[in-house]
Nanobody, 115 residues
Framework: VQLVESGGGLVQPGGSLRLSCAAS????????MSWYRQAPGKERELVAT????????NYADSVKGRFTISRDNAKNTVYLQMNSLKLEDTAVYYC?????????WGQGTQVTVSS
């Protein structure tokens, strides 16, 4: 099983990034997919979730209206489009796959918002 995140980097405030998470080794379409983030000295927090059929999404209040989660079950990939980035969005972003029987984590990708 693998979840491989990509797309992180350094961006100025107000900028955009698109994160991708490529999944393999399990039935991607059956899993709820989420993005979490963890800033230095803080606990990991849930950013966004998309359900297995792609029909439902949830967002943390801090990113509503700025971030969009989506998935392509044909490509076994989940995305996080991040717009209007703020300094406080700086964190390591992790991809998570979950269903009732358990779940998996990716290794994380660093997003740094700095002027």
């Amino acid at each position: 099983v693998q979840l491989v995140e990509s797309g992180g980097g350094l961006v100025q405030p107000g900028g955009s990034l698109r994160l991708s998470c490529a999944a393999s080794g399990f039935t991607f379409s059956s899993y709820r997919m989420s993005w979490y983030r963890q800033a230095p000295g803080k606990e990991r927090e849930l950013v966004a979730t998309i359900y297995s059929d792609g029909g439902g999404t949830n967002y943390a209040d801090s990113v509503k209206g700025r971030f969009t989660i989506s998935r392509d079950n044909a490509k076994n990939t989940v995305y996080l489009q991040m717009n209007s980035l703020k300094l406080e969005d700086t964190a390591v972003y992790y991809c998570n796959a979950r269903r009732v029987s358990g779940g998996y984590w990716g290794q994380g990708t660093q997003v740094t918002v700095s002027s």
